[in-house]
Structures are given as structure tokens and as C-alpha cells.
């Protein structure tokens, strides 16, 4: 059923803080991916929530690129390193960058699982990256983070390029390295002190031994606050609903988006409740827990194993993107299987 917006509910989730950014998807899907008019669907591509892209999102200067969004740095050549490589050897080639001062910069380090996702673009697929962009050489396909799993320490999270999914990878498999440097003052810490190799020094077994260090945005004590029939996160500024089952169960895509239209209809004078992104979904993991991947002592009930997003995967639009609650992964799933719940958000 379509879904009745008020013409503020775009502008007011768009002053969201800098934290929680638009997805940069600007066209809407059907359950089979056909590509059908946004107005009054709900999903991401009609609303367009969180902070808009600046213009030009990005500057190329020489061999390197300046993300206006994140206010970090990233090499321009994205296969600088030509070949994939573990997760340890990806930190001592990286070492090797500062000691040489690559690019006349020493602060090069492996972005965290956020720092590196936020270059996806949902709206554009091989590869996931906005469009117009300077970067060179994209490999489509995975690169690693510096962000180790909760479940697992001998594995590592990693972003696929070609449509912007999140998983972890043991760390003796291959992945392709994507160096960042800089201090973003947008993104959200991940909750778990990243890992970087050390910056300079000889050549040794030092360069593997792992620097505690966090980059982000440094969370709010407490993180979450009860306000009415819900709980405000102040970290994002995002209002979610405190039992985090809307469908009481798995349902498919579009009766997720039908529910959230439901008890819309049923509280027409309260603010509005709506399916979230994939980018305000991701924005509740705490990267050091798992099952759930919420911060510890979160104030939700009924937390289940997976939610759907308003966000079409691109590179399938009879997808959608989800969140794998357990491991804290972001993947997708058809639009037709019942497989996954509602966790409505809404705006201040």
C-alpha cells in the first residue's frame, strides 16, 4: 500500500546528524525489480534520509583523494597493491607506506569496517562507488578492514566493491588493501579499537603486532535514552522503536514496508515511523559484541537475527540490503522470501 509522507518528513531526516549518511540511492524497485515511481513507497530512494553528499563529494590531488563527506584521505589508486594479501601482511605493507612516507604522508593505516563502507554507494554497482569518482583501479570485489570480528579474532571484516556487502574473512585468506590516512570528523567510531601496523621501523616481526587505536567519532555515555514509546540513540540523533519486532517474525520486504505504513495509519497525529536504511541500520552495531552486535546493555527487547532495510541492493534490485544482527554483517536478501523482521526508525 503506498505510504502518506508529510512534505517535512525529507527535509527533517535530512538534518540528521553527521553521523548517519544518505545511502546516495535515488530510485525505487519492486518485489520482482522493476524499476517503479518512488512516490509513496517509503523506501529509500523517495525519502533520502540522513546527511546529503556534498558537491563534489570528492577532490583528486595527485595520487590522492579527499572524501568531503568522511574527511578522510585515500589513495586515488585503489590497486596501489596489485595483489590481494592476508590481513597480516595488508598491515605491514601499510607500514612499509609510512616508513617510506608515501605520498609525503606517514599516517597511512587500514581503514575500520566503517571508515571503508562509507565509500559505497548504493545506487551504483561494479563498483559500489558514487559516480564521477576519481579512484583508479577499483578491484570489484573485497578489501580489508582494520576491524577484527567479535566472534572470532582470527577473522576480519571486509567490504565487497561490487555491491556493498560487509563480511568477515579469516585473516590468512586474500584481500585487496585500500589505505586510508587523516581523522574523519563524520563517521561514528565502530565501538572496537582498530587495528593498525605500526608506522615506520625496521623491518621485522613488530610490523604484525597490532596498535590499539580509535578513529570516529567517540560515542555518548549512556548511548541510548528511553523518550516516550521508543529510544532515542544519542549518538545518531535516530529515533527506534523499543521492541525491535515490529512483524513479530520474519516477513517479506514489501509486508515490512506494509507494516511500518500500518501503524502509521493507526497513530496519524504522532511522528512517522518508517522502514530504515541500510547506512541508519548499521549505525546501531558495536563492533566488539555479537549476538546481538548491539552495545552492551542496550535498552530493546525482542532483538531478532535479522532485519530488512528500505535499500535495494543495486546490483540486484529484486534484492534488498539486510542486517545480519548476530554477526553484525550487511548482506542481502530477496525481496520475495519471508526471511527477516522490522525495526521501524523515525526523525526527531
Same mark, same amino acid.
Given at each position: ?63 590522492? %583523494? ?17 595483489? *590481494? ?6 598491515? $605491514? $605493507?601499510?607500514? $612499509? ?7 609525503g604522508r606517514g599516517d597511512w593505516r587500514l581503514p575500520d569496517r566503517r571508515e571503508l563502507w562509507s565509500l559505497i554507494c548504493f545506487g551504483a554497482r561494479d563498483p559500489a ?23 572470532? $579474532?582470527?577473522?576480519?571484516?571486509a567490504v565487497q566493491t561490487t555491491g556493498g556487502r560487509v563480511f568477515f574473512e579469516h585473516k590468512e585468506r586474500d584481500a585487496f588493501v585500500w589505505p586510508c590516512a587523516g581523522t574523519g570528523r563524520v ?24 596498535? *590499539?587505536? %580509535? ?6 555515555? *549512556? ?30 520486504? %514489501? ?12 497513530? *496519524? ?75 521501524? %526508525?523515525?526523525?526527531?
Amino acid at each position: 500500500m503506498p505510504v502518506a509522507h508529510p512534505e517535512t518528513h525529507e527535509a527533517t531526516c535530512r538534518r540528521m546528524p553527521a553521523r548517519v549518511a544518505a545511502t546516495g540511492q535515488r530510485r525505487c524497485w519492486d518485489r520482482f525489480g522493476e524499476e517503479i515511481p518512488c512516490s509513496g513507497t517509503g523506501q529509500d530512494g523517495e525519502l533520502r534520509p540522513g546527511r546529503p553528499w556534498p558537491d563534489p563529494r570528492f577532490s583528486a590531488d595527485g595520487g590522492l %583523494v579527499r572524501d568531503h563527506l568522511s574527511g578522510l584521505t585515500w589513495l586515488r589508486d585503489a590497486g596501489h597493491f596489485e595483489w *590481494p594479501a592476508s590481513w597480516h601482511e595488508a598491515s $605491514a $605493507a601499510i607500514a $612499509a607506506l609510512n616508513r617510506t612516507r608515501h605520498r609525503g604522508r606517514g599516517d597511512w593505516r587500514l581503514p575500520d569496517r566503517r571508515e571503508l563502507w562509507s565509500l559505497i554507494c548504493f545506487g551504483a554497482r561494479d563498483p559500489a562507488l558514487p559516480a564521477g569518482n576519481p579512484f583508479r583501479n577499483v578491484v570489484l570485489g573485497w578489501y580489508w578492514s582494520s576491524t577484527s570480528s567479535a566472534r572470532n $579474532a582470527d577473522y576480519a571484516w571486509a567490504v565487497q566493491t561490487t555491491g556493498g556487502r560487509v563480511f568477515f574473512e579469516h585473516k590468512e585468506r586474500d584481500a585487496f588493501v585500500w589505505p586510508c590516512a587523516g581523522t574523519g570528523r563524520v563517521l561514528a567510531a565502530t565501538g572496537q579499537p582498530v587495528d593498525r601496523a605500526p608506522s615506520g621501523g625496521a623491518e621485522s616481526s613488530a610490523e604484525h603486532r597490532q596498535v *590499539p587505536a %580509535v578513529h570516529g567519532v567517540v560515542w555518548p555515555t *549512556p548511548r541510548f535514552r528511553a523518550e516516550g514509546d521508543g529510544v532515542r540513540d544519542l549518538l545518531t540523533g535516530l529515533y527506534w522503536m523499543e521492541r525491535a519486532d515490529l512483524s513479530r517474525g520474519a516477513v517479506d520486504w %514489501v509486508d515490512a514496508l506494509a507494516a511500518v505504513d500500518r501503524i502509521n495509519r493507526e497513530r *496519524p497525529h504522532t511522528p512517522r515511523w518508517r522502514l530504515p536504511t541500510i547506512v541508519e541500520l548499521e549505525s546501531l552495531l558495536d563492533a566488539r559484541q555479537c549476538d546481538p552486535s548491539l552495545p552492551g546493555g542496550h535498552p530493546f527487547r525482542d532483538v531478532g537475527p535479522g532485519y530488512w532495510s528500505s535499500t535495494t541492493s543495486a546490483y540486484e534490485p529484486d534484492w534488498a540490503m539486510v542486517l545480519h544482527m548476530g554477526r553484525g554483517a550487511i548482506g542481502v536478501g530477496i525481496k520475495r522470501d519471508p526471511r527477516y523482521r522490522v525495526w521501524p %526508525v523515525r526523525c526527531p
